[in-house]
């Protein structure tokens, strides 16, 4: 007698303050801005290696199911992140400028 399937899979952990593709390093910020961004789940999975599509479709489902909820989390992130940048911005504007300066001439070679 084969042993039946398990009915219900995690794919997420919650972890400190974040989501987690579960047992892995791989946030679910990375694979939800991806889809977001238009990325087809293979095109997910083949630009993280250590994810199996099984996974990256579960990341994707638990975000849809929990839209509302990440949505506002990601939002979160994204407040942060902007803070910490005008921080840096004021705390040495040298540097900072140096670096945007980088980024525009990277992106005007792609």
Do not use: H
């Amino acid at each position: 007698m084969t042993a039946a399937p398990t009915l219900a899979k995690r794919y997420i952990e919650q972890r400190d303050r974040g989501y987690w593709i579960e047992g892995t390093r791989i946030s679910l910020d990375s694979v939800v801005y991806a889809f977001l961004n238009g990325k087809s789940p293979e095109s997910i999975a083949q630009d993280f290696p250590l994810l199996s599509l099984e996974q990256v479709y579960g990341a994707i489902a638990f975000y849809l199911g929990s839209r509302e909820l990440i949505d506002a989390y990601l939002k979160e992130g994204e407040e942060e992140f902007e803070k910490l940048q005008k921080s840096c911005r004021q705390k040495n504007p040298l540097l900072y400028q140096k670096l945007k300066t980088a980024q525009t001439q990277k992106l005007s070679k792609s």
